[in-house]
């Protein structure tokens, strides 16, 4: 029996003794553990129950407010890159330069946009030419009734310009650029141009719809006018007079061009009054090129970050200046923030709760080994020896149940991950070997009072009892 | 004799018995917790989303810049805005509770003067009729600016005796001011954005003159507004003021609202395009739900010549974060309940086998399986019922706890979570126990004795 026999350690004899002892203690450790297999079996179920608990809860806790960031990228463009202060325009070859700082797993989409003031029917309107592909990336709430511009020639129609003029999709529209050397401002004090027009982004509209409208104050260079006056005019005054103030300064012909209506776009906001083209057709129309207004990035992180991004993109690349979209960036923090406590004060209760439940079990399991306690003793086994091989036993449950929680914590947390945003979830060895720890440490110390008290008994009461 | 058995074995067992008791409870403190939570995260969620701004947009109908094309300096101007005396009709639609928080906007165009003073010859018309800055008087007239006038935090009394008070105080959450938001009775102050205020020289309590097309007005800096935003090219001034200075007493441009919205489905889709493309029960069903559609349909309904549009860049993407965070909480309730379940399940069954010993015995005097039975489940029902309701209470308080730290709201304490709660008891307490007294009950009563 490996009970506490004094051996003489020196000896070669003393040593081979001494490993014998070991061998029978793992031994007898081991058997316990197989031959109850119901006890066991409810045991590391209960260490599991609590393990799986906290990793499944603490991986949600931790990856989900991650997962949710990226989420909140339907809000639109985040950060905004604008010409530097006394530039009027960003240099296309910027973007090359900003994607690079930008760029990472975290970067959404990037849209260079460029306004011009175009004439429909003789009426003036905003035309925003991007590049379509990574408009859509980066403001997926736009609503598309028709298909998206596939070609060059084709071009999308804001909601409000389509009701106003009456057109309909597959239309054929004549869309005429200002010629590119009439600077607009200085001679034809006349011209529909105004930054004030309440429309142009009035700043209910604007402020409300964030993104493009964000940034047209760097349009607003005395270009703009969103709605016409009277479209189905011929006598438009404005219109008739300015081309007569270009043709009288200038002789330079207004350039023009037909283009295809595939789709009616409508946001609510400013875009329902915008002609939305390729940036392509855009410089080629009002012969233009290399020059942008705002480039629109879309990026999934949090407040600080941006911020931090944006300063970075200043500091590095020439002739920009960036700046994060605080509308965005200060409601997704706010947001983030409420999600992350929420899940966290979750996580905590819920833990809590459930580890108090797991050493209840624990201490049950093991008071009723009392008898068992009782019996060792009365056959020559001393307290320590009991309570050692006891907590060992506690041990080797708590890392089973540790490991076992660990692999179904991991399945569960996977399992709602992609249920609510269709990605995976990442697999954190740090919280895995701290839950592994925990449940060890538990079940060590619900072991641990029950043992100790058990083994103080005297072993004649603990076995006369039924 | 039934009954004194129960409570003897329920005296004698303390320890064991308060243990089921304690485990019980926690499991069902959790429940509760989690279950209260649930129902009312949506709502709570809902309404911190509405930090994003106002998700819908109200204009006039045919409004167009006819005031700034056609200006003529003598004729009254006929302007298309809505009647700010109409406003408070946004609050009596079917949805009026789950309007939010509203305000107006009036934009006019204003030259300013850095002296406080008006222009030369100060003819209240004095300014110039849509030129922009460089052109016009000699030297004299400064930079044409646009202004805004808006209600910061306006009082309104409503047609039905209720009050209620809207403005961009809320609306406007991720403006960072440098000095303090002004009120609507001030007849002097203003708020500049932040990069206006560097182009035109103006600090925290300069003053200046604003020449708007109808009058001038003196005017001091209370608040710069930092950020890149439209307002950073603006002033923000009182609605009355704006009114003032561009001559359109009573009128407003547009009006922003921020409503409690349901996420969009079919339906809604359907009726956002054509709300005359549904039948009778489908309308109904539409008009009664609080699609942002159809709360923005009643809002034409109550504002004469008013088309009122969801702002999509909002209400898309809060009805998608919103339905994301309630399947989370959902499956994270999901969770803990099954955590618990299994938890007081894994007690109760250790606590059963435990009694292998007094079931032998019980058989061996010649009880029969049923009496057996009936007796473990009494005893344990009592102790689960009991934990179970302690369980309740501390749930009850722990949703508390939740819903102030995280929303500062209370969280309502429903009927149907108790009843759920004490199912889930029961369930547990049965499917823990009833397979080990079977398991017991099959083996030899003096196997079981002997504790083999």
Known sequence: MAGDVKTARSTAGGQ???????????????????????????????????????????????????QMAREMRAYGANLLVMPAR????????????????????ELIGAAPYRYQTLRLNAGPYLAAGTDLEAARTVSPYWYVDGQWPAAPGEILLGQDIVDWVGLEIGDQVELVAAAPTAPPAADQPDRPEGPQTPDQGGTGQDSGAGGHAGHSAAAATGEEADKPTDPDSPDDPEGAEGLEGEADDELVEDRSGTFTLTGVLSTGGSEDSTIMMSLADLEQLAGISGQLDVIEYSIAAEGKAIEALAEKITAEVPSVAAAPVKRLTQSDTYVLEMLRSLLGLIAVIVLALTMIGVSTTMIAVVAERRTEIALRKALGASSRSV????????????ALGGLVG????????????????????????????????????????????PVRRAAEIDPALVLREE | MFWRMVVKALARGRSKRLMIAATTALGASVATAMLSVVFDVGDKVNQELKTYGANIEVRARGAAVLTELYDIEDAPVASVGLAEADLPKIKTIFWAFNILDFAPFLSTPAVFNPDGLPVVDAAPGASQTGDSSAGGQAGTAGPEVTVVGTWFSHHLDLPTGEHAVAGIVNLRSWWELDGGWIADQDQDLALIGSDLAEDLGLELGDAFGLDGRNAAVELRVAGIINGSGEEANQVVVPLAIAQRLAGRPGEVDS??????????????RKAARNPDSLSISEWETWYCTAYVSSIAYQIEEVLPDAVAKPVRQVSESEGAILSKTRLLMLLVTVLSLIASALAIANLVTASVIERAPQIGLLKAVGASDASVVRLILAELSLVGLFGGALGYGAGLGLAQVIGHSVFGSAVTARPIVALLVAFLVVLVVLGGSLPSIRMLLRLRPADVLHGR
Not at chain 1, 39 to 46: K, Q
Not at chain 1, 387 to 398: A, C, T, Y
């Open chain 1, 86 to 105: 006394g530039e009027e325009y960003v240099p296309a070859q910027a973007k090359a330069a900003v994607d690079a700082v930008a760029g990472g797993a």
């Open chain 2, 255 to 268: 009006v922003e609202v921020s409503a409690l919205t349901t996420p969009d489905n079919d339906l809604a």
């Open chain 1, 406 to 449: 660990v692999a179904l914590g991991f399945a569960i947390a996977q399992l709602v991950s992609l249920n609510v945003f269709h990605r995976g979830v990442g697999f954190n060895w740090w919280l895995a070997a701290v839950t592994v720890a925990a449940s060890t440490v538990v079940a060590w110390v619900a072991c641990l009072l």
């Open chain 1, 387 to 398: 309570e050692r091989e006891f907590l060992s036993e506690g041990l080797v449950l708590g």
């Open chain 1, 16 to 66: 081979a003794r001494q490993r014998t002892r070991r061998n029978w203690f793992w031994r007898m450790v081991w058997r316990s553990v197989t031959r109850r297999r119901s006890r066991v079996l409810i045991a590391i179920g209960a260490v599991a129950i609590g393990a799986t608990t906290l990793f499944a809860l603490a991986t949600i806790a931790t990856d989900i407010p991650r």
